[in-house]
């Protein structure tokens, strides 16, 4: 299944919390030329560490051109600020615990683990303008070159 949010749709702004509690409208969040938000399954796990890790060597780069990197599981805000402290995150990271911003950006969806039917986040990223569209999608992330293939999208 792809996110129902396509090129062109208005990001969702509900209220959510970061790491360190502070509750915000997600479109508050964005640079003046918007975000990259991507949605990860779980803090300190193998993939989601990597692709943070990147996301942060890439940071420099997309905040010179007005773009913010907010991250997003459904993680608690104590896990978030473990997380980005242990990692030496310095962007945002959004605690998604009620489900509804995954919900709303329809990255809550049923997958296979391990031979296993369940419902679960799929990794997804979004790159949005500043006024709140959608510019592109990148459905079911594979990390590995993931951030260089979002820096090289910028330039077009």
Known sequence: M??????????????????DGVEQALRERLGPNGAVIYFYPKDATPGCT???????????????????????????????????????????????????????????????????TCMGLVRTTFLVDGAGLVKKVYANVKVKGHVQQVLADLET
Do not use: M, Y
Not at 2 to 19: F, H, K, M, R, Y
């Open 50 to 116: 990597t692709e943070a890790q990147d996301f942060q060597a890439a940071l420099s780069t997309l905040k010179a051109r007005g773009v913010a990197v907010i991250g997003v599981s459904r993680d608690s805000v104590k896990s978030h600020a473990n997380f980005r402290a242990t990692q030496g995150l310095t962007f945002p990271l959004l605690s998604d615990g009620d489900g509804t911003l995954s919900e709303a950006f329809g990255v809550w969806q049923e997958k296979k683990v391990c031979g296993r």
């Open 2 to 19: 792809v996110s129902e949010l396509q090129p062109g749709s208005p990001i969702p702004n509900p209220v959510v919390a970061d790491q």
